[in-house]
């Protein structure tokens, strides 16, 4: 890490909240660097090359968050960042139906635009536990047809109460 990024560190996190922020990291100051050259860029071809690296390392912001899996550890500022590229992967009325289908809490499509749109836009609402709760159970669920739905790291089924305690959470 460079002396101008801090590197995001918490004994307390999972192996995979620390890798997600080791690699966010990584990238951020990828970016930085990527940012400066384009600053100093002063002949077009200069300026195209910063522009693509800076392209590269927002497709490369892109793929860690699509990949990565939401524990429930996952550091909160980077939740609502994840939650945009799934949503912006297929839609937000699907995200939630996919929500209430793993077992998920309830959430309301036009309410969830509004969270992610204000939060991307730098107007962070209010910490929203059933978004951690929505993304933490689609990343530890996932529905097999012979099977229904099951665990991702055991592969045993989820029984009905652990449905229904999610799904009895109240819409916003």
């Known amino acids: 890490m460079s002396a101008g990024v801090d590197a995001y560190y918490h004994e307390d996190l999972s192996w995979q ?25 002063s002949t077009p071809e200069e300026i195209a090359a910063a522009d693509e690296e800076l392209r590269a390392v927002w497709l490369k912001f892109w793929t860690i968050r699509m990949s990565c899996r939401v524990m429930e550890d996952t550091p909160i500022e980077e939740l609502v960042p994840i939650l945009n590229v799934h949503v912006l992967d ?6 939630c139906a996919r929500a209430v289908a793993h077992g998920g809490p309830e959430i309301d499509p036009v309410w969830l635009r509004a969270y992610i749109d204000d939060h991307m836009a730098g107007r962070p609402r209010e910490y929203d536990p059933r978004v951690h709760e929505a993304l933490v159970t689609i990343d530890s669920r996932v529905i097999v047809p012979s099977l229904g739905l099951v665990y991702v790291d055991t592969g045993k089924k989820v029984p009905m109460k652990a449905r229904a305690s999610s799904a009895a959470s109240p819409k916003p």
């Open 17 to 41: 909240s620390q890798g997600l922020m080791d690699q966010l990291d990584e990238t951020r100051e990828r970016e930085t660097e990527a940012k400066a050259a384009r600053a100093r860029a």
């Open 90 to 95: 297929s839609s937000v009325e699907e995200w």
